[in-house]
Nanobody, 124 residues
Framework: QVQLVESGGGLVQAGGSLRLSCAAS????????MGWFRQAPGKEREFVAG????????YYADSVKGRFTISRDNAKNTVYLQMNSLKPEDTAVYYC?????????????????WGQGTQVTVSS
């Protein structure tokens, strides 16, 4: 089992930027894909972005494509989510996730480890 700790959330005005970080421990970080999900009040958890084990392939939800960038530093056991041009509809708790595959899944069922989440609030 891997332990995941997110950081970097906060309150930002529309059009602003934030960078989320997720530090992993407990197993070989570089062997597995990682994902970012988010959950707004009253809504289901939704896929935001995913990155393959090597970082060579990335995947994004249509709603964030062109604004968000996922990356990873395997030497630091950390995955990042750079969020630019933020919109009020991006407001949610953001979760880092890890599974047992080398290519990320777009479904929460594809992951078996989750961080505690970090709140992102975008004001209009």
């Amino acid at each position: 089992q891997v332990q995941l700790v997110e950081s970097g959330g906060g309150l930002v005005q529309a059009g602003g930027s934030l960078r989320l970080s997720c530090a992993a421990s407990g197993r070989t970080f570089s062997s597995y894909a990682m994902g970012w999900f988010r959950q707004a009040p009253g809504k289901e958890r939704e896929f935001v972005a995913g990155i393959s084990w090597s970082g060579g392939s990335t995947y994004y939800a249509d709603s964030v494509k062109g604004r968000f960038t996922i990356s990873r530093d395997n030497a630091k056991n950390t995955v990042y989510l750079q969020m630019n041009s933020l919109k009020p509809e991006d407001t949610a708790v953001y979760y880092c996730s890890s599974g047992d595959t080398i290519i990320p899944s777009v479904s929460p069922e594809g992951y078996n480890s989750w961080g505690q989440g970090t709140q992102v609030t975008v004001s209009s």
